[in-house]
């Protein structure tokens, strides 16, 4: 069955960096777009990034836009978040996403001095 696996997230001050990793297994990860998403304490889970099956075109939340930088190794089936600059309103749970709404477990990212 599809399993996506998030890992990467932890506790980080204001202005640094973390990367994110989703590991894929289940399906044939090199057909598939991918998107990372997050939801915040209170909030409706948003979209933040995602990009194409061959990773030619990515797109991104506006309020992440020159920050955040969504990639991809086929190889590894694998996508990544690189985060950096990192602000307090970044704290959520950031998850990744098949476009068949598959759903890994999240993993928490917490920017805070």
């Known amino acids: 069955q599809v399993q996506l696996v998030e890992s990467g997230g932890g506790l980080v001050q204001p202005g640094g960096s973390l990367r994110l990793s989703c590991v894929a297994s289940g399906f044939t990860f090199s057909s598939y777009a991918m998107s990372w998403y997050r939801q915040a304490p209170g909030k409706e889970r948003e979209l933040v990034a995602a990009i194409t099956l061959g990773g030619g075109t990515t797109r991104y939340a506006d309020s992440v836009k020159g920050r955040f930088t969504i990639s991809r190794d086929n190889a590894k089936n694998t996508v990544y978040l690189q985060m950096n600059n990192l602000k307090p309103e970044d704290t959520a749970v950031y998850y990744c996403?098949?476009?068949?709404?598959?759903w890994g477990q999240g993993t928490q990212v917490t920017v805070s001095s």
């Open positions: 996403k098949t476009p068949r709404d598959n």
